[in-house]
Structures are given as C-alpha cells and as structure tokens.
C-alpha cells in the first residue's frame, strides 16, 4: 500500500520560514517523481516545485515562477523523504501544501506541473502566513 505523509506546516508571519516533509512508503522511492503543488481557499491547485526520479544521477528540479529564489526542493532517497524548504514567506503563500509521486517517465520534464498525471498524493498539510 502506497502511502505519503505530509508534515510541517503551521502558522507563520511575512517573511518567516517553514520546511515541509512528506515521507514516502510503498513504492520504490529514487524511481518516482516527487513534486509540490498547494491550492488556496477557493482557487485551483497550483504547482510548486518537483524533483524528477533520480536512479541515475541527481535529480532535475523545476520550480514555479512565483516560488523560485525563496522555496528549495530537495530529497533524500535513503529515508524515502521529499522536502519543501520555503523562505521569505508572503501572505500569498497560504494554502494547503500536497505532495504527490509519479511514475518514471523519461517525458516527465514536458508535464510536471500538471497535477493530473500523479499517480499518489498525501492528505495536505496547512501553511497560514500571516501579514
């Protein structure tokens, strides 16, 4: 049974930092892709970061435009961990964070921030940022 489990999230104010984990089980971790996608009360789910499945060599991340420069996504295939790190957050930055996996897919660079080809999501976890 595939399972992800989010964590980290909380209340922070303008500028602050969080790190959020998701620790994967079920699945052969350095094969899948991992990404970050959040959706804000009453707006669609949006894409965050990703970092392509990395069994030979490191892994390819992409990020959005309004995150690049102040979140890092980064992983750690031995503890089957994806992380979000995320500096200088804004009030727009709240919203409920979700990590999701996918399968290989050497095409993976064409469609990673479509939130409709992940195969596995975790329940979400809340980042409130306060003005």
């Known amino acids: 049974q595939v399972e992800l489990v989010e964590s980290g999230g909380g209340l922070v104010h303008a500028g602050g930092s969080l790190t959020l984990s998701c620790v994967v089980s079920?699945?052969?971790?350095?094969?899948?892709?991992m990404a970050w996608f959040r959706q804000a009360s009453g707006k669609q789910r949006e894409f965050v970061a990703a970092?392509?499945?990395?069994?030979?060599?490191?892994?390819?991340?992409y990020y959005a435009d309004f995150v690049k420069g102040r979140f890092t996504i980064s992983r750690d295939n031995a503890e089957n961990t994806v992380f979000l790190r995320m500096n200088s957050l804004k009030h727009e930055d709240t919203a409920v964070y979700y990590c999701?996996?996918?399968?290989?897919?050497?095409?993976?660079?064409?469609?990673?921030?479509?939130?409709?080809?992940?195969?596995?999501w975790g329940q979400g976890t809340q980042v409130t940022v306060s003005a």
């Open positions: 999701a996996a996918d399968h290989p897919n050497v095409n993976y660079g064409t469609y990673y921030s479509d939130a409709s080809q992940y195969n596995y």
């Open positions: 970092s392509s499945w990395s069994a030979d060599g490191p892994a390819t991340t």
């Open positions: 079920g699945l052969s971790f350095k094969m899948y892709s």
